[in-house]
């Protein structure tokens, strides 16, 4: 028995990228079998065309009447029985789920462009080259700063970074010149302690509801939007604008995108031309993230043609705060105690380093995760432990934290390698693990967390999206060589983890800890062991590297790790110098 209504179909059209005459949708409506007509009709029209009309579906449907006994029909993507097919829903989350989490670049269901079976590739396929994920290309060892958005933001690398610094310069006493009385530090939207989420469902709605609410006041005043369900009243040829999460994104039979958006009330789809100058964009897009368009609905209003997209973005006459006085910070990540790989000889250079006159300024170390390697991260990672027991590994590491001056203000979150909930927000190391890092008392926070140093705001966040950024964006927006590039979407998209479901495991909880409230100053980024740096709007992005030596798997797929640097941000300036102990 039919199941559709008129409303179905025209949403299931617009869904493939069509629209289609009142009349067109009575006649699909009409038949014993709609799903299958439509089927039949999508099938019979034109690759370009936009607009199904009255003609074509009786034209179709005389050409190829549909096999209304349902059986064997051939084409299982609209079944009579279960109704025209629903989006899957953006409020079930599979990225908790250990077999979905996109690990060695498996895509999930939400990934799957629907029209996969559409010709020569095409663009949807495009977007879903996670084999990329975990297989830069070609690697230059040389990091370069990114001079192009900021000439003066940066100096090289090379000629300050020196593997000798350490034993060259005579060490000093302790107390050196810091003065821990000047400092000050403050740390913002850290989940540690407040975790609410019971993984409900519930809770789920309820951190996109956040999601949503938090980001589009960010887009506000930007756009004279409409809530879905008034954009579904809206009469044809109207102007619109609606702010949503990307609920889906697939490119047309002729090339075009069709975006679909949600917000609180409803979806509703938004078609981007593929000849359209901001058609680029689409590439860029992430499911789950929040952005908002401006266009023109279609005659029959069931569809908005796009004229403008925005994000929430970092504003472009954001000044960044800096500190009253001369003081330095040193970024670092992925310290990795506990691997045969950990360079523990370089380490010992950088904290030897930080005894030097040189280093006095250096008044704040802070470790963007991944203290340890941990055990069970990966398959086979047990081959390559050197510390099999995670509490030795955190043993092991205090002991390296020693090394640093103890007048040094040290500020840790946790990575996917540490003995913390592995979905994001994750809280920071539990009272055993403090205990067991008690010597050199470390502040100890989530991950994400905005981290307020003699003013200048940090967000430190471990980076476990920026695999799946890599993955997703074409080379040029984002690629392991460049990881702070991978870093500049996340700010324009003003969320640590945009997408839901996919290799970043997220745990629903009240609120979204993932959106950027507040535009950083510094944004500091690990996990994917490569160094990079450089601004976007005034926002300097810095990806630190590691402390670990390529493993056996990252040589199997060609990760070549940028290993023993120092990052060392000057807080006064937002200048930044790279230090080498390696
Ligand atoms: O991951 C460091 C980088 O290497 C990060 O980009 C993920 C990638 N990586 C490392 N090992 C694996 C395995 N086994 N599968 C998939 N991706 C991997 P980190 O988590 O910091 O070690
Ligand atoms: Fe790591
Ligand atoms: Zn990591």
């Not at 280093?359 to 203290?371: F, K, N, S």
Request: aromatic share 6%.
């Amino acid at each position: 028995m039919p199941l559709e209504t008129p409303v179905r179909i025209v949403q299931e059209l617009t869904a493939r990228g069509y629209n289609a005459e009142q009349e067109a949708v009575t006649l699909i409506a009409g038949t014993d079998a709609p799903g299958r007509a439509l089927d039949t009709v999508v099938e019979f029209v034109d690759d370009e065309a936009l607009r199904i009309t009255a003609a074509d579906v009786r034209s179709a449907l005389a050409e190829s009447p549909p096999d209304v006994t349902g059986a064997d029909s051939g084409t299982a993507s609209v079944d009579d029985e279960r109704d025209l097919p629903k989006q899957p829903d953006p409020l079930v989350s599979t990225g908790d789920d250990a077999s979905s989490a996109g690990k060695n670049g498996e895509v999930s269901d939400r990934d799957s462009p629907v029209e996969a079976k559409g010709s020569g590739g095409g663009d949807s396929t495009e977007r879903n080259n996670a084999s990329r994920s975990v297989a830069p290309s070609e690697t230059d060892a040389t990091p370069q700063p990114e001079t192009t958005t900021e000439p003066d933001a940066t100096t090289q690398p090379e000629t300050t970074a020196s593997s000798e610094t350490g034993s060259q310069t005579k060490p000093t006493t302790e107390s050196g010149g810091r003065d821990p009385s000047l400092r000050s530090l403050e740390v913002s939207g850290d989940v540690t302690g407040q975790s609410t989420g019971t993984g409900e469902y519930g809770d789920f709605v309820k951190v996109f509801r956040d999601r949503y609410e938090k980001l589009s006041k960010q887009l506000r005043g930007r756009v004279n939007h409409r809530p879905a369900t008034a954009i579904q009243s809206m009469s044809g040829g109207a102007d619109a604008a609606m702010v949503g999460l990307v609920n889906d994104i697939r490119s047309t039979k002729s090339g075009h995108w069709l975006v679909e958006l949600e917000d609180t009330t409803g979806t509703f789809p938004c078609l981007v031309m593929k000849d359209r100058e901001f058609a680029g964009l689409v590439d860029e897009l992430l499911l789950d993230e929040c952005i908002a368009v401006e266009g023109t609905l279609s005659d029959d209003a069931g569809i908005m043609f796009v004229d403008s997209m925005h994000f929430p973005d970092v504003p472009r006459t954001y000044t960044p705060n800096t500190a009253d006085r001369h003081v330095q910070a040193a970024l670092v990540s992925d310290v990795h105690v506990g691997s045969q790989e950990f360079v523990a000889d370089a380490w010992g250079r950088f904290a030897d380093w930080l005894h030097t006159e040189e280093a006095e300024p250096v008044e704040y170390l802070l470790i963007a995760g991944d203290m340890v390697e941990g055990v069970g991260v990966y398959p086979n990672q047990d081959e390559e432990l050197d510390i099999v027991d995670i509490y030795e590994q955190y043993e092991t590491f205090s002991e390296h934290l020693k090394d640093v001056p103890g007048d040094i203000e040290i500020l840790m979150i946790p990575g996917n390698h540490d003995a913390v909930r592995l979905a994001e927000p994750q809280p920071g190391f539990d009272e055993n693990l403090r205990d067991i890092m008690s010597a050199h008392d470390a502040r100890i926070t989530g991950n994400p967390s905005l981290v307020t140093v003699e003013g200048v705001k940090v967000l430190m966040y471990h980076g476990v999206s920026l695999d799946e950024v890599i993955a997703e964006l074409p080379a040029d927006k984002a690629s392991y060589d460049d990881p702070h590039k991978a870093m500049y979407q996340l700010l324009k998209k003003r969320h640590v983890a945009p997408q839901f479901g996919g290799k970043t495991r997220l745990a629903p909880e009240e609120k979204d800890y993932l959106v950027m409230e507040e535009v950083p100053d510094v944004f500091h980024t690990g996990h994917v062991h490569k160094l990079g740096w450089g601004k976007y709007h005034d926002v300097l992005a810095v990806n630190s590297g590691c402390w670990q030596a390529q493993t056996d798997f990252q040589k199997s797929v060609n990760i070549d790790p940028d290993v023993g640097y120092a990052p060392i941000l000057d807080l006064d300036t937002l200048d930044m110098t790279v230090r080498k102990f390696v």
